[in-house]
């Protein structure tokens, strides 16, 4: 066992350290953005979240909203997932593992999101069970830790059983994993509905106190996830010799489709309640969406984003744009940025514009924490990047515990 | 030699030994830190760790400003139920509350942090997005307008209380809502909650010049905070544990502000409540506020 964990750790080290140089390229960029983000970072960390644009009025800014794009990112992986195991569905069931694997990193870019937030790091232990003295079940903020960490362990255990069965060539249990992966179903969709009930459960903040909410998050996931994965399977299959098959991509791109349909849908039907009604809690969709009081910072935003979101669903919706692969691809990244608007800074700051008290004060983040966004961002994309150069050996034939010549 | 042997050894306290001899190790020579990182809960500290707590932190204060504090604990008292009443008839906008308030709770002064604030609103209107929150009170009070200050409410059924997810802002039996500002993570969960704006946090190191700071400090109220945390209102907690009114009813030119105990069938808060017309800031979100607005005229 000993000997082949070394022998394992070995294989993986080369894998890592060794590559054309576009990968050294790469890892260059992405340790770059990571050392940037690490300089801004030095500066909050000596003087508090002051240097961030964040105020009294707007409590919550960029981290917060890309907290909440990426566990949108992260409970994606399911559309793979429901696919592969529950329809037997063979191109995707190839590839669930990268989208595994992909809901893993997302998560890690969330928890790294949380806790660059907090103006105490070092007390992050008061939310632990046993040790700290989490407030549960009361705080949605302590469920959702629960059900992060908990998806995190769950596609963590998912992605690496299934690739040290390949990698020691033997037979998967399914007993033992079958259960598991079904699980990470329910469990994908409670991490976003439990994240959506974190601000749906405040009555102080109309914007968000919209029983559509949690059904809202889930379809705009399930355009940003898979998008996102349609882009990163070309890429891989680019640059490695791992095989993705176009009916994969294609069945993924056909339920982004109805995903974004259900997406625009529940946005116009909250937009509807809110400007029909007409009540003082307009104020934020306003804001939103034409500004208040000479006040516009998200106005650009917003339209940009919903338009892109809009031209998304028709790309994906016509069968020739959608097999397309130039305009599939426009139509990923346009979803992507779309949604990443709309659920992420489109959705977190209308919530305190104007305040409690009528107050209309505007955020606009910082360079600090722009640049350590980026650098969380380099993060994950370097965790993937290194956990996919490990995974795709194993996964094609090439890392085998130990071969054949080496027995003898 | 302490009796240690009858306390049982908990897998808490067991952790925290261990952690505290490891993190003792970790920074001899910086001394109290380890023992701050440590620190439990207020509220699950014994009668010893309180004393601890305190004598540590009055030592701190005094080493950081060079002056002599004296830090409280005063539990609540089971016969009491703070209630607030503020007179809209009488207050004049002039904002004296305001930096009465931050005088005796130590607010930071660079930045600034104030936990009440002043709304002005014509007369006719009472929409909150119409108030002017940065009216000049120099001339008050003027024709045609009026103004409504607003500070914690002291719900009963509080929103912030019920978000924390470390637990360390809770409702005290006597109604106050506080915040262990060392065991505050400073997520700002909170202030998202809050329908009345009560809350602020300490973006940047709190700044009190030394001489301006009010050295009769309450744990759960006017002690100096840290950077990173979340304070508000605690109907100064340090006084009126003591039988004092709050600086900001004291204060008051023209006697707006009331204060006392609801649990008191006599007392002026409970005669204001069965003689007048009071009201309650967003009712609807049934938070069940303790500070209740009326009009006398």
């Known amino acids: ?310 031209i998304g669903f028709f790309l994906f919706l016509i069968p020739k744009t959608r097999k397309n692969f130039i305009t599939l691809n426009i139509a990923c990244i346009i979803v992507v940025i779309g949604v990443w608007i709309e659920k992420g800074m489109g959705f977190v700051i209308p919530g305190f514009i104007p305040t409690p008290l009528g107050e209309i004060w505007e955020y606009t983040p910082r360079l600090y924490e722009v640049l350590i966004s980026t650098g969380v961002f380099g993060v994950g994309m370097l965790l993937y990047t290194l956990f996919v150069k490990i995974a795709i050996p194993i996964e094609t034939g090439e890392m085998r515990v130990f071969k054949k010549k080496e027995i003898l | 030699m302490k009796k240690e042997h009858d306390k049982k050894l908990t897998r808490r306290t067991f952790l925290k030994t261990a952690g505290v001899a490891a993190a003792s190790l970790a920074v001899s020579g910086c001394n109290g830190i380890s023992e701050e990182f440590l620190q439990s809960h207020f509220r699950e500290m014994g009668p010893d760790e309180i004393n601890q707590t305190r004598e540590r932190l009055e030592k701190q204060y005094k080493k950081k400003y060079g002056r002599t504090f004296h830090l409280g604990t005063e539990p609540a008292d089971p016969g009491i139920l703070f209630g607030y009443g503020l007179d809209l008839s009488r207050c004049i906008g002039c904002r004296r509350c305001v930096y009465a308030c931050v005088h005796e709770n130590n607010q930071s002064r660079m930045p600034q942090i104030q936990w009440i604030r002043v709304l002005r609103f014509k007369n006719g209107s009472r929409n909150f997005e119409e108030s002017d929150h940065y009216y000049d009170a120099g001339m008050v009070p003027k024709e045609g307008y009026y103004t409504i200050p607003i500070q914690c409410q002291q719900c009963e059924n509080p929103p912030c209380v019920k978000v924390c997810p470390t637990g360390a802002t809770w409702k005290e039996p006597d109604g106050i809502v506080v915040v262990d500002y060392n065991w505050c993570i400073g997520c700002r969960y909170c202030m998202a909650a809050c329908p009345y704006w009560a809350r602020h946090f300490n973006f940047a190191t709190p700044h009190v010049p030394a001489d301006k700071l009010n050295t009769n400090l309450h744990y759960l109220g006017n002690r100096p905070r840290m950077r990173g945390v979340v304070e508000k209102c605690t109907f100064c907690i340090q006084r009126t544990r003591k039988g004092r009114y709050p600086a900001c009813v004291e204060v008051c030119p023209v006697g707006a502000r009331k204060f006392g105990n609801l649990l008191d069938e006599n007392s002026e808060i409970s005669m204001i409540i069965k003689t007048k017309r009071v009201f309650r800031l967003k009712a609807d979100l049934n938070t069940q506020p303790k500070f209740y607005y009326f009009f006398s005229l």
Request: proline share 4%.
């Open chain 1, 1 to 310: 066992m000993g000997k082949k964990i070394t022998h394992f750790l070995g294989q993986a080290f080369t894998q890592v350290v060794k590559g054309p140089p576009i990968y050294y390229a790469w890892i260059l960029f992405l340790f770059s953005v990571i050392g940037t983000g690490v300089w801004a970072y030095s500066h909050q960390f000596a003087q508090g979240l002051a240097i961030t644009g964040m105020t009294d009025q707007v409590s919550w800014g960029l981290y917060i909203s890309n907290f909440t794009f990426f566990v949108g990112v992260a409970a994606a992986a399911v559309l793979l997932t429901i696919p592969a195991y529950v329809y037997d569905f063979g191109p995707i069931r190839e590839i669930a593992i990268l989208g595994e694997i992909l809901a893993v990193c997302a998560i890690v870019v969330c928890i790294f999101f949380v806790v660059l937030d907090l103006g105490h790091p070092e007390r992050v232990w008061h939310l632990l069970p046993f040790i700290g003295r989490p407030n549960f079940p009361d705080s949605i903020l302590a469920w959702d830790i629960l059900v992060l960490n908990g998806y995190l362990i769950i596609n963590l255990f998912i992605s690496v059983y299934l690739l040290s069965v390949i990698y020691l060539e033997k037979k998967e249990k399914t007993w033992l994993i079958l259960p598991v992966i079904l699980l990470s179903i329910p469990w994908a969709v409670s991490i976003h509905t439990v994240t959506a009930y974190l601000y749906n459960g405040l009555g102080a903040r109309p914007f968000w106190n919209s029983a559509i909410l949690a059904p809202r998050f889930l379809a705009s996931a399930f355009c940003s996830g898979p998008a996102l994965c349609i882009i990163i399977f070309q890429l891989i299959r680019k640059f490695t010799n791992f095989h993705v098959k176009d009916a994969a991509l294609f069945k993924i791109a056909e339920m982004i489709c109805f995903a974004m349909g259900i997406n625009l849908f529940l946005a116009a039907a909250e937009i509807f309640k809110e400007l029909y009604t007409n009540t003082w809690h307009v104020a934020s969709i306003i804001y939103l969406f034409a500004g208040l009081e000479g006040h516009t910072g998200l106005v650009k935003w917003i339209w940009t984003g919903e338009s892109f979101n809009v």
